[in-house]
Every structure is written in C-alpha cells, then in structure tokens.
C-alpha cells in the first residue's frame, strides 16, 4: 500500500472505527452555551486541537515508532502514562472504547500480529500508531492522521449540533491545516525521549463536561 494513500485511509472519516458517534466534547460546549456561533467553533476546535489532539499525536508517534521495530513491549507503559494524563474516567473511557474499534476495523481491513498485541481495550492513539506502523507510515504521519481524526470528527459534529454553514466549518479547517503539520512535526520529535517525558497538555473544562455529558438523560453523541 503506498504511504500517502495509507495516510488518506488512516484519516478518512467513513472509516468504520466509531468515530461518527462522538462530538469531541462539541456537544456538551455547545449545551453549556460556550459554543454559539462560527467563531465560537473556530475557538473550540484551536483549543481542542492544541490540547486533546497535540496530546494523542505525541502518543500516536511514539506508539508507531516503537512498532516500526517489532518491539510493542514498552505498549502496556504507554497505555499507563496516556491514562495518567486524562483526569476523566469518561474520557478515558472514550479513549479505549475508540481504540478498540479501530484495532478492530484495521484488523479486519488489513490483518497484522501486531493488532493483537495490543491488549482487550487500548487507547486509541496508541491503536493509530501501531496501525500507522502495520501500513508503512512513520511517527509524524501517525500523529498527523489522529490530529486530522481529533479536529474533523468535532467539526463534522457541528453540522448537526448547530445551524451553520458546512462552507464555513471547512473554511475554519482549511484554516488549521498548517497547525496540525506543525503539531505533527513536534509530536515525532518525543519518539527517543522517555514516555514520561512525553507532553502533557491539559482542558479541565472538557473533562468536567465529559463527565456531565454522560449523566445528561438527552444527548445526540456519545461524548
């Protein structure tokens, strides 16, 4: 498989790995009233992407680098310091049940002995990498594909969580195009640094709404 198409199927949001069912904390901004307007979304997606994404791309860049050499022991120390960085049982919750169906979609689409390595319920960053590995990819497009994921999946949410024009959510991702190069770029640069000295970007405010979102008795995504 070439590497630019591997690249294209690792991002594509038809992808069969769950994505779809979650707004990436949209949709409890937008209940809460921080969210109300395209600017509003431009904000939330920058934020997010700086914190949430900038945190899964060093993971997904370190989780392909070691699987480019075979050796998936240190995973299981990966999966222990991704959970110390998310406070939220929900999120971290979220995380793993995404994980699992992408190591089950990529299994089924392109089978590998490394996918079952990868423990009952991993994170998903870590599943990106090692997937991102199995398809010939290096660290920066392991993290590049997971930004892309984090930042399209929420601003797709907005389509149906606010009245917008699906123009101008493309035009605020056209916009960020060189942010998630650059946070890819910085992401592969952590692959030889130990996995507690990986970053560690934190959003209270969005673990806060992820455990309140999961106790709202009206909800059209997941998280």
Do not use: W
């Not at 979650?22 to 700086?50: Q, W, Y």
């Not at 999120?91 to 793993?96: A, N």
């Not at 130990?194 to 405010?205: H, T, V």
């Not at 969005?206 to 009206?218: L, N, P, Y």
Request: glycine residues 10%; positive net charge.
């Amino acid at each position: 498989m070439g590497k630019q198409a591997a690249l294209l199927l690792l991002a594509d949001g038809r992808l069969p790995a769950g994505g779809y069912a979650h707004s990436g904390g949209l949709e409890p901004a937008i209940t809460a009233g921080r969210v109300t307007d395209v600017a509003g979304l431009e904000r939330f997606l920058i934020g997010r992407t700086e914190t949430a994404g900038s945190l899964a791309a060093s993971f997904a860049a370190a989780a392909c680098a070691g699987s480019q050499g075979g050796d998936l022991s240190g995973l299981p120390m990966l999966e222990a310091e991704l959970d110390a960085r998310i406070p939220s049982p929900e999120l971290r919750k979220v995380s793993r049940d995404l994980g699992r169906q992408l190591r089950r979609a990529m299994n089924s689409i392109h089978p590998h002995s490394h996918f079952a390595a990868l423990g009952r319920a991993p994170h998903q960053p870590v599943v990106m990498g090692v997937a991102a590995a199995v398809l010939g990819l290096g660290p920066r497009e392991a993290a590049l594909a997971i930004l892309h994921e984090n930042t399209a999946g929420a601003a797709a949410a907005a389509a149906k969580l606010m009245r917008i024009d699906p123009f101008e959510v493309h035009a605020i991702l056209a916009r960020m195009t060189a942010r998630l190069d650059r946070l890819a770029v910085k992401a592969a640069e952590f692959v030889n640094r130990p996995f507690a000295d990986l970053p560690a970007p934190g959003s209270p405010l969005t673990d806060i709404a992820a455990e309140h979102h999961r106790r709202s008795d009206v909800r059209l995504f997941a998280s």
